[in-house]
């Protein structure tokens, strides 16, 4: 029979998933906006921002309830840090969507940039990594987020080259640099969601198997 405290523990499980559904559909419409140069909507992901706030606000409110009430131990407590921990780095997702939203707003007012297949196979990367993390911590699998680990590695390659090629450039005309800036810092925010994809399955791991690899989730 199930006991208060499961019931509780699959509520917030339910939230959390609500909440990175959210922020993984946030970041997927503002690659869309971004690599379709679609200002309207990029300008969409941005007003929605608020929607993920809350839902943090309304999961980190439950999750110190089962704490403060419930008292729960092993497993079951790491989970609720966990998620905790996790809705974190899924309102910060939300954030880098933003950011990418904001960058692609003002690339719409420039000449149209020539096709990026860096900028491209980052987006798709980071996006593949906020996937498998979601999907990890739903089904509480510790194999699939050390999965994610190892992919954070070819992300942070992408992004090397591609600050080096937005740097070349620079050197070629006016609006290539204003253009080139913008396109290093919405790769950067691509980046950085797929560093926080990894900071979900860190968390997984840590609830699965009760191992904090936090800082060397690459040797995972």
Do not use: W
């Not at 405290?5 to 990175?20: G, N, P, R």
């Not at 140069?37 to 999750?63: K, T, Y």
Request: include cysteine.
């Amino acid at each position: 029979m199930e006991t208060h405290l499961q019931t509780l523990l699959e509520d917030l499980k339910l939230k959390v998933l609500h909440m990175a559904a959210y922020a993984e559909r946030s970041m997927e419409r503002a690659v869309r906006a971004l690599l379709a140069g679609d200002s309207d909507l990029a300008e969409a992901v941005i007003e929605q921002d608020q929607e993920i706030n809350r839902l943090e606000c309304e999961i980190d409110e439950l999750g110190l309830t089962i704490l403060a009430r419930e008292q729960p131990v092993a497993r079951d407590l790491r989970f609720v840090m966990g998620a905790m921990r996790t809705i974190i780095d899924q309102e910060r997702i939300g954030d880098e969507a933003v950011n990418v939203a904001e960058k692609t707003v003002f690339l719409t007012r420039l000449p149209a940039m020539p096709h990026n297949p860096l900028l491209e196979e980052l987006a798709n990367q980071a996006m593949d990594m906020l996937k498998f993390a979601n999907t990890a911590f739903k089904q509480q699998d510790a194999d699939m987020a050390g999965q994610v680990c190892r992919m954070d590695q070819r992300a942070d390659d992408i992004n090397i080259a591609i600050l080096k090629k937005t740097m070349d450039d620079m050197v070629c005309e006016t609006v290539g640099v204003r253009r080139a800036v913008n396109v290093i810092l919405a790769a950067r925010a691509l980046e950085r969601a797929a560093d926080l994809a990894t900071n979900v399955a860190e968390t997984t791991i840590f609830i699965v198997k009760g191992v904090n690899i936090k800082h060397h989730c690459g040797h995972y």
